[in-house]
């Protein structure tokens, strides 16, 4: 049986205050799902581990992660597309 993903989400997005607007795909294969803002606690005590079945999988987001590599990030831009590039994890 395979287990599910664990994923982390920040606490803007666990409450539903904000939507997924940053996608990154570590190159571990660790996915980190945020609203891809600046205003997150310094230490990542705002990052969270979920099941990656908490997750709202709505269908732009399904898609932008099938097009999000290990090794990439993708951006919600302002006109609601997904760019893609490679996230250095240094």
Known sequence: AMTSPIIYICDHVFSGDR???LIVHHNDGMWQLTCGRED???GGS?????HIEHV???HYLA???MQTPQG???KLNM???WTGE?????
Do not use: N, Q, T, Y
Not at 46 to 50: A, E, F, G, K, T
Not at 86 to 90: I, Q
């Open 19 to 21: 939507k997924i607007e």
């Open 40 to 42: 997150h606690s310094i």
């Open 46 to 50: 705002s990052i969270r581990p979920v």
């Open 56 to 58: 709202v999988m709505e």
């Open 63 to 65: 898609k932008a992660m």
């Open 72 to 74: 990439h990030l993708s």
């Open 79 to 81: 006109d609601g597309c």
């Open 86 to 90: 490679p996230f250095d994890e240094e």
